[in-house]
């Protein structure tokens, strides 16, 4: 079976690139100055994401439809991961 179909929303047009994720970064996160990690616990939390089943597209969490590279900067955000949470 291919996993990439088990997302209900999800098609291959979700695909982004690393100027696509960047842009939404900064036009979402950075110009609302939320608060993120360091750069030591993001490199943490992407490596969790990176070998995680639960990644999808190569940038999307399962679980919460969020672009991990994204998510995982925000000091506030949780892995989603049921009953055990990554980071
Ligand atoms: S479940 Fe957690 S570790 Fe896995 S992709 Fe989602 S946010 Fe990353």
Not at 37 to 64: F, N, W
Request: aromatic share 8%; with cysteine; glycine share 4%.
């Amino acid at each position: 079976m291919d996993t990439t179909s088990n997302c209900k929303g999800c098609r291959e047009s979700v695909r982004l690139s690393p100027e696509e994720i960047a842009t939404l970064f900064r036009n979402t996160v950075q110009d609302v100055d939320l608060p993120l990690v360091t750069v030591e616990e993001y490199e943490i939390r992407i490596e969790h994401c990176r070998h995680c089943e639960a990644l999808q597209y190569g940038t999307t969490c399962k679980y919460c439809g969020c672009i991990v590279e994204i998510k995982s900067k925000l000091q506030h955000a949780k892995c989603p991961y049921p009953y055990a949470p990554k980071w």
